[in-house]
C-alpha cells in the first residue's frame, strides 16, 4: 500500500499497459481517474480499479485541463499523473509488416535483403502529425496540466511512458520513435525544473509489450521474431510496466528525478 491516500491519473487507461497500471496504482492504494478517449473502456478499467472514469482527447490542451478539473473535483487534488495514452500506425503499419516480413523471408532463403521497406517516403504528413500529437502533445499538455496543481502544493509525481524505439530507432516507425524520443528529452528538461517546486518527473520506457494495440499493429510472425530477439525470450507483460511505474510514483523513487527506467528484458541496454 505504497500509495495509500495518493490521488492518480491515468491517460490512455482503457486497455494495455494504462489499464494495467491504473489497477496496479490502484492496488497500492491510490484513487485513480482512468481518462481514455473511449468511454467504454475507460468506464471497464474504472471498474476494475474502484476509480472514475474520463473522457478525453489528450492531443486536445483544453480538453486535457478539463480532465484534471474533474478529477480534481471527484477525486481530490492529483498526486500522480501518468502520461501513457498512445495510438498505433493504420494502413501505414500494415504496409511496412508487409515489406518487414518480406525481409524476413529474404534474409532466410537467401541471405541478404533486397526489398526496401519505403516506410519514411511514404509515411504521410497527417500520419506523422497524428502521431506526434497523441504521444508528444498529450505528454506536454497532460504534464502541464498536473504540474499547474502540484506545484502549489510542492509535492507530486509525473511518469511518462516512452518506449525503447524513443532509446534507440525502430526501422520502419520513424514517426513513433520521434515521437518517444521527445518524451525522453522532454521529461529530462522538465524534471530539473520541476523538481526544485517539490514534483518528479521521470520516464518508463518499455520494449515489446504484449497488448492489443500491438497485437493490432504487429502480426504474429514479426512477434515472433521480436521475442526470440529478446534475451529473455520473451514479450513484456503489461503488468511487469505497471509495476514499474508505481515504483517511480512512490516514494520508494524518491531520489528518481529526469530518469529513464527501460524494462526491455535485455533487448536494449544502456
Same mark, same amino acid.
Given at each position: ?66 480532465? =484534471? ?50 516506410? =519514411? ?113 520473451? =514479450? ?35
Amino acid at each position: 500500500m505504497r500509495l495509500e491516500g495518493k490521488i492518480a491519473v491515468v491517460t490512455g487507461g482503457g486497455s494495455g499497459i494504462g489499464e494495467a497500471i491504473a489497477i496496479r496504482l490502484a492496488r497500492e492504494g491510490a484513487r485513480v481517474g482512468v481518462l481514455d478517449l473511449d468511454e467504454t473502456a475507460a468506464g471497464l478499467t474504472a471498474g476494475a480499479a474502484d476509480g472514475v472514469p474520463i473522457v478525453a482527447d489528450v492531443s486536445d490542451s483544453a480538453a486535457v485541463d478539463r480532465a =484534471l478539473e474533474q478529477a480534481e473535483r471527484e477525486l481530490g487534488p492529483v498526486d500522480i499523473w501518468v502520461n501513457n495514452a498512445g495510438v498505433g500506425s493504420t494502413d501505414f503499419g500494415d504496409l511496412v509488416n508487409e515489406r518487414a516480413e518480406q525481409q524476413i523471408a529474404e534474409a532466410a532463403s537467401a541471405g541478404a535483403i533486397t526489398t526496401a521497406l519505403d516506410a =519514411l517516403v511514404r509515411l504521410s504528413d497527417d500520419e506523422w502529425r497524428r502521431m506526434l500529437s497523441v504521444h508528444l502533445d498529450g505528454t506536454f499538455y497532460g504534464t502541464r496540466a498536473a504540474a499547474r496543481s502540484m506545484t502549489k502544493r510542492r509535492t507530486g509525481s509525473i511518469v511518462n511512458i516512452a518506449s525503447i524505439c524513443g532509446i534507440e530507432g525502430c526501422t520502419g516507425h520513424p514517426h513513433y520513435s520521434a515521437a518517444k524520443a521527445g518524451i525522453l528529452g522532454f521529461t529530462r528538461t522538465v524534471a530539473k525544473e520541476l523538481i526544485v517546486q517539490g514534483v518528479r518527473v521521470n520516464a518508463v520506457a518499455p520494449g515489446f509489450v504484449e497488448t492489443p494495440m500491438l497485437a493490432r499493429g504487429m502480426t504474429p510472425t514479426l512477434s515472433a521474431v521480436v521475442a526470440v530477439s529478446t534475451p529473455i525470450g520473451r =514479450l513484456a507483460r503489461p503488468d511487469e510496466i505497471a509495476a514499474t511505474v508505481a515504483f517511480l510514483a512512490s516514494e520508494d523513487a524518491s531520489f528518481f528525478v529526469g530518469e529513464t527506467v527501460s524494462p526491455n528484458g535485455g533487448y536494449v541496454t544502456t
